[in-house]
């Protein structure tokens, strides 16, 4: 349950409007709601501002589903990763306002329009065409934890001069998330250009010595430059929730005098 529904009834609750008894209902599973093969965090939206996620892989359609039924009664807006085609066709049958984008395998089940809430500018960059599916994934992710969102594919470091054509784009973004396979040189150049963090995500993309990523991963784990933070291989998702975190930080007032 998020803020914005728990102040709607408690203010209901203190007009009359709504009984004690009603209300009562309405926040039973006001912490957690165990349906057998899930226990579902309805608490998360007032812990961390944002619902729980659903992890699509490895759960049924029908698992996937029955999740989903119980956090709309609580939330706005749903996430579902790491979804194929064949459940997102079942999932979406049951829920039709649910966006399923194919690319980035993620399920956006909203049921208003996300207002943006973050201080700036995400910007997502991505050394390759091969790197996209990843690269949308934290675009999603972020866009829908309130944040404007821009990307630029397609600028690694075989050809940096592609990169440097977006200089002001990139120097007047508040947080940058960087995607790169193969060697995962390009979150080190980013961030040597910059004073804003720059989340690194290294993806699986690459021939056999890239093992799957972990060749990027230890060359962004290694990065000289001080401003790279980095998270697990092909893990969109994390990037984009990590970076709405730092977004979302209350910027304080001017100094008066």
Same mark, same amino acid.
Request: proline share 5%; with cysteine.
């Given at each position: 349950?998020?803020?914005?529904?728990?102040?709607?009834?408690?203010?209901?609750? $203190?007009?009359?409007?709504? !009984?004690?008894?009603? $209300?009562?209902?309405?926040?039973?599973?006001?912490?957690?709601?165990?349906?057998? @093969?899930?226990?579902?965090?309805?608490?998360?939206?007032?812990?961390?501002?944002?619902?729980?996620?659903?992890?699509?892989?490895?759960?049924?359609?029908?698992?996937?589903?029955?999740?989903?039924?119980?956090?709309?009664?609580?939330?706005?807006?749903?996430?579902?990763?790491?979804?194929?085609?064949?459940?997102?066709?079942?999932?979406?049958?049951?829920?039709?306002?649910?966006? @399923?984008?194919?690319?980035?395998?993620?399920?956006?089940?909203?049921?208003?329009?996300?207002?943006?809430?973050? +201080?700036?500018?995400?910007?997502?960059?991505?050394?390759?065409?091969?790197?996209? /599916?990843?690269?949308?994934?934290?675009?999603?992710?972020?866009?829908?934890?309130? +944040?404007?969102?821009? !990307?630029?594919?397609?600028?690694?470091?075989?050809?940096?001069?592609?990169?440097?054509?977006?200089?002001?784009?990139?120097?007047?973004?508040?947080?940058?998330?960087?995607?790169?396979?193969?060697?995962? $040189?390009?979150?080190?150049?980013?961030?040597?250009?910059?004073?804003?963090?720059?989340?690194?995500?290294?993806? !699986?993309?690459?021939? %056999?010595? !890239?093992?799957? %990523?972990?060749?990027?991963?230890?060359?962004?784990? +290694?990065?000289?430059?001080?401003?790279?933070?980095?998270?697990?291989?092909?893990?969109?998702?994390?990037? %984009?929730?990590?970076?709405?975190?730092? +977004?979302?930080?209350?910027?304080? /007032?001017?100094?008066? %005098?």
């Amino acid at each position: 349950m998020d803020q914005e529904t728990l102040e709607k009834i408690l203010n209901e609750v $203190a007009s009359g409007r709504t !009984s004690v008894s009603h $209300a009562l209902g309405a926040l039973k599973h006001l912490n957690l709601e165990d349906i057998g @093969y899930a226990n579902i965090d309805h608490h998360r939206s007032l812990r961390k501002g944002f619902p729980e996620v659903i992890f699509g892989q490895g759960k049924t359609a029908e698992q996937i589903i029955g999740i989903m039924e119980k956090i709309a009664v609580q939330e706005q807006i749903i996430l579902v990763t790491r979804l194929d085609a064949g459940k997102a066709k079942t999932v979406t049958e049951v829920f039709p306002r649910a966006q @399923y984008h194919p690319e980035a395998r993620m399920a956006i089940l909203s049921k208003k329009d996300m207002p943006v809430t973050g +201080n700036g500018t995400i910007l997502i960059i991505s050394a390759g065409t091969s790197d996209i /599916p990843v690269a949308k994934e934290a675009h999603l992710t972020a866009r829908a934890m309130g +944040n404007a969102v821009e !990307s630029i594919f397609d600028v690694g470091v075989s050809g940096i001069h592609r990169l440097f054509n977006h200089k002001k784009k990139i120097e007047s973004a508040a947080v940058l998330i960087v995607v790169a396979g193969m060697e995962g $040189a390009l979150p080190s150049v980013v961030a040597g250009i910059v004073d804003r963090p720059v989340i690194a995500v290294p993806t !699986s993309i690459g021939y %056999g010595a !890239s093992f799957n %990523g972990l060749t990027a991963l230890f060359s962004m784990l +290694n990065s000289c430059s001080s401003n790279v933070a980095v998270v697990n291989i092909d893990n969109g998702f994390g990037a %984009g929730y990590m970076a709405s975190s730092i +977004n979302h930080i209350p910027v304080p /007032p001017p100094k008066k %005098g």
